[in-house]
């Protein structure tokens, strides 16, 4: 968990430095950016949250534990859900996902 956050802070901070940038790249440009800046890797680990907190993992006190985690720091799961989509509105971003996989909830 301690992971995504950091990734998470990562990637934020980045998003706000590209947006405080007067050049207007292309599109290409800016998600090669996000690639830097640490997206993939916090796609991967947020697939990795999904995989064990969810309801068919049969582990109910691992998926107990990422909610409260996730709730203390004022988050929830379905944020975590959109970065693995690729939907967080925040990044708006494109993901190319070369394997299909199954979102827990």
Request: glycine share 2%; with cysteine; hydrophobic share 40%.
């Amino acid at each position: 968990m301690e992971l995504h956050f950091q990734y998470y802070e990562q990637v934020q901070s980045a998003m706000k430095d590209f947006e405080d940038d007067e050049d207007e790249d292309d599109e290409d440009e800016n998600y090669l950016r996000r690639l830097n800046a640490g997206l993939y890797t916090l796609q991967l680990i947020d697939y990795i949250i999904l995989e064990i907190a969810s309801p068919s993992a049969n582990i109910p006190s691992i998926r107990e534990r990422v909610m409260k985690i996730l709730n203390l720091r004022n988050s929830s799961i379905e944020i975590i859900k959109q970065i693995v989509q690729g939907k967080n509105s925040f990044f708006e971003i494109k993901i190319f996902v070369f394997f299909s996989f199954r979102i827990c909830g």
